[in-house]
């Protein structure tokens, strides 16, 4: 019996063939195994991050560094005395001065252990055995001398296991052509910094025998220190201007910078004599310099002094190579002497940051493609009649 118009037909559904329904099985399988990958991987890269110190963490820790060093060194420091009236301008100062230190201190160490452990991954086994060693026992000393006055003997230690902690990452970092800059930075900034602390420790012994000859050869190894400290300030400034398009143009503002503020604060006008900035701004370069004095102008110290914190707050914001920026600020900062735990922690953290740059995947260079309407060089034409 024929259906009638008014009776619904059914549908029949297409019979599957076996080579389908297996194709489709496949399918299934593979998209129930794409979401599961893709969960690991999530999961391993949100671990990561959590761990892995970030560009954000390093730049919070560069910034209270900077502030410290202005702040704590140079400010709170050159304010009692410059002026009348300024009871509760200087007592604000030196409050913000020590938070700025303690922060520091605290991020930086953090931000320290979680760096060591985003460069476990370095094939080089003597910069991982002496990374472990020196920032165990590196930065305990660190947090205990955020709270109390540390012995000349326990500074000696700080400054052995920061300079040994950034010859031993100076090596990976020369290797590597992207982090190529930070180890060399690395390296000046260490043996500067070693030269330097030893000169200190020197005078130190020198004043308490009296020994004049001794002081004069502890003042001729600040001396060379110094020299370091110029060299490193220079090879960082000439790697800041070839970041950016206008970088020499920003260099040159800079040093011109530099040095109107030394001639502000050395022009004519006696640290202990004189008022207004000129007698503040004295005062505040003279708490930046350390000592013994070497034989040169203090007009030089004090302007490597002021260049060096200015080119280390430009290299800070510098994206590529990823971690060389930081490493290079960091440097700057670390270049006074491995004896001050502020100065040796940032000298740990540049050790860090050149070593992660060093184990930065370098991205492929893009080949330049044939224009559009012209063959290639060896592009074969076929033949017409």
């Not at 012994?205 to 050869?217: D, I, T």
């Not at 020499?248 to 001639?263: D, K, M, T």
């Not at 490493?327 to 953290?349: E, K, Q, T």
């Amino acid at each position: 019996m024929n259906p009638s118009p008014a009776d619904p037909i059914e549908t029949v559904a297409p019979i599957e063939t076996k080579a389908e329904a297996a194709s489709s099985e496949l399918q299934s399988e593979r998209s129930a195994v794409v979401p599961a990958a893709l969960a690991r991987a999530s999961g391993h890269r949100a671990t990561s991050v959590r761990v892995v110190a970030t560009r954000f963490d390093l730049i919070v820790v560069g910034v209270a560094a900077l502030v410290a060093s202005v702040v704590g060194r140079a400010l709170a420091p050159a304010l009692p005395g410059s002026s009348a009236g300024i009871g509760s301008l200087i007592s604000g100062v030196e409050q913000l001065a020590s938070f700025a230190t303690q922060f520091m201190a605290v991020m930086g160490v953090s931000t320290c252990v979680r760096l060591l452990l985003s460069t476990l991954d370095s094939p080089s086994r003597s910069f991982r055995s002496i990374a472990i060693l020196s920032s165990a026992a590196g930065l305990p000393i660190v947090i205990s001398a955020s709270s109390r006055h540390l012995s000349t003997a326990w500074l000696i230690a700080l400054v052995a296991l920061s300079a040994a902690l950034g010859i031993a990452a100076a090596r990976p970092a020369l290797r590597a052509a992207q982090s190529r800059a930070a180890g060399l930075m690395l390296l000046t900034v260490t043996l500067g910094s070693m030269v330097s602390a030893f000169g200190r420790v020197l005078a130190l012994y020198a004043s308490q025998q009296v020994e004049a000859e001794l002081f004069g050869l502890a003042r001729g190894i600040a001396t060379a220190g110094l020299l370091l400290d110029v060299l490193s300030v220079l090879l960082a400034a000439a790697w800041v201007a070839r970041r950016w398009r206008f970088g020499a143009g920003l260099v040159a503002g800079l040093a011109s910078l530099a040095a109107l503020v030394v001639w502000v604060g050395s022009h004519g006008v006696d640290p202990a004599d004189g008022e207004g900035w000129g007698r503040f701004t004295a005062r505040a370069l003279l708490s930046l310099t350390a000592h013994p004095d070497p034989f040169v102008d203090s007009g030089l110290r004090y302007f490597v002094e002021i260049y060096a914190l200015l080119v280390a707050s430009v290299a800070l914001w510098s994206r590529r190579p990823p971690g060389v920026g930081e490493a290079v600020c960091f440097a700057l900062l670390a270049r006074v002497s491995g004896d001050v735990p502020s100065c040796a922690l940032m000298l740990m953290l540049a050790s860090f940051c050149a070593v992660r740059a060093s184990l930065e995947p370098v991205r492929p260079r893009k080949e330049a493609s044939p224009g559009v309407g012209r063959r290639a060089s060896l592009e074969v034409v076929p033949a017409t009649r």
